[in-house]
């Protein structure tokens, strides 16, 4: 396994290149399952995940051509079953359950199980489904669904869900009548692929806010689509700007998918200048404790949870950063405290109060945005820091350390 090591405190300045989105590339390669026809998508991050997606999608039969761009065409589809060798590694892999369901009328996918950060159960996606008349069996770890044909129904869900969301929202543009899905995660996420599916034929009303309505539609053709810009891959430097610049200019970037961030990074005597598609950090000031609670959007992401308690950790005064979205985003903790940082958790609270200084030392990678906090963390303490395991930050971060060098910083990778 590789690991990361940071020379902490080098001044970090100058342009950053943002990349795709990967929670908007992954549900729309899975939208590809409902047309025939080639569909591309231009501007796909290159991922581990991006990369897991298209194993899946092959082993369905699905025609996937990587190159700059990636062209997808489902009309070799031939399988129904996602198996556990591929989902284990990507719980995203649950977002064909129902591209699959409205196509094939059938589905076998492995249950995803949960992850360092949760149980993550799906079964809001469940529920959903059998509403719109599939009916579905749990065994030896897999979903089976069939159906005679999805039909329109309405839908409460219990919480707010993003990929559950997205999950019936496609499901819903190939069934009879008219779904409405309340309670609706409204992520900029869900609200690109509603636009992707609408330019396939789909029509959806309503995707961003709480209550979306999906008129079904008999068939949908394939298009070409530039994926957005990754809000939290944008979030993450904007923190690294705030705790190692100089001034970071993060492009492209769109400023109202991060409102929530930005109003908390300025509240925390945070530099920054906005403009249409890039912001500017400036660091070097004096940071101080803000209070934060992640919620779903257009509330404070959950996936900045983690990289804002970083900088907390070297604000003055004390903070309490609240996480209700998942049950244990908390285990970047241990790892921050190792390097000097006062953290304590109550529940589902963490009290930061700010140190003058981290330290640097020999840290673990738990999951993908904990990775991300712990080298934020590295480039800002004394000393070097070694992040182990971390395959994780390459399931979500394009070549970070080449961007971060690009910026001044100093880390290399190393075999383990
Ligand atoms: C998506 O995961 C993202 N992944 C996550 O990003 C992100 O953290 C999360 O949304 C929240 O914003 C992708 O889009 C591929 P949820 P998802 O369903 O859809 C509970 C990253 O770092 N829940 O919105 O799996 C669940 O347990 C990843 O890029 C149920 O109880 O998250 C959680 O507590 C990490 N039953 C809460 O809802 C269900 O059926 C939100 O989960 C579904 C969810």
Not at 10 to 35: E, F, H, Q, T
Request: glycine share 10%; aromatic share 4%; net charge positive.
């Amino acid at each position: 396994m590789d690991k990361l090591i940071i020379q902490g405190r080098k001044k970090i300045s100058g342009k950053v290149a943002i990349a795709g989105a990967k929670n908007a590339a992954l549900p729309l390669m899975a939208a590809s399952l409902l047309v025939d026809g080639w569909n591309t998508f231009s501007n796909v991050p290159v991922l581990r995940d991006i990369r897991t997606a298209r194993l899946l999608l092959e082993h369905l039969g699905v025609e996937v051509r990587n190159g700059k761009e990636i062209q997808i065409n489902a009309k070799g589809l031939h399988s129904h079953t996602a198996p556990y060798e591929l989902v284990k590694t990507m719980r995203a892999s649950i977002l064909v359950l129902g591209p699959l369901l409205a196509r094939l009328k059938q589905v076998k996918v492995s249950l995803p199980g949960g992850c360092a950060i949760g149980a993550r159960p799906v079964d809001q996606h469940l529920k959903g489904f059998e509403l719109m008349g599939a009916k579905i069996e749990i065994e030896h770890g897999y979903i089976k669904a069939k159906t005679r044909g999805l039909k329109g129904a309405k839908i409460y869900f219990d919480v707010s869900t993003v990929t559950g969301t997205e999950n019936l929202m496609m499901a819903a543009s190939l069934a009879k009548g008219t779904t409405i899905l309340n309670n609706a995660a409204q992520e900029p996420e869900v609200v690109e692929l509603a636009q992707v599916l609408n330019k396939m034929g789909a029509q959806i009303d309503g995707a961003g806010s709480e209550v979306i309505t999906i008129e079904g539609v008999s068939a949908l053709k394939p298009v070409t689509h530039e994926i957005m810009p990754d809000r939290i891959e944008a979030g993450t430097f904007l923190v690294a700007g705030a705790l190692a610049g100089g001034t970071v200019e993060v492009a492209p970037c769109i400023p109202s998918h991060l409102g929530a961030l930005l109003q908390k990074l300025e509240e925390a005597n945070v530099k920054l200048e906005t403009k249409e598609n890039s912001i500017t950090v400036k660091g070097g000031g004096s940071l101080k404790g803000v209070n934060v609670t992640t919620l779903p959007f257009p509330g404070f992401p959950t996936d900045m949870q983690a990289q804002f308690m970083v900088l907390l950790s070297l604000a003055e005064g004390m903070s309490a950063i609240t996480e209700t979205v998942f049950e244990n985003r908390f285990i970047h903790v241990s790892e921050l405290q190792r390097m000097g940082a006062d953290i304590e958790i109550k529940g589902n609270t963490a009290i930061v109060r700010g140190v003058k200084h981290l330290s640097g030392a020999t840290v673990m990678a738990s999951d993908l945005r904990a990775s991300a906090s712990l080298i934020l963390a590295g480039l800002a303490a004394r000393g070097a820091t070694e992040v182990t395991r971390i395959y994780h930050i390459d399931r979500g971060y394009e070549a970070i350390e080449e961007k971060l060098r690009g910026l001044g910083a100093e880390l290399g990778r190393v075999k383990e």
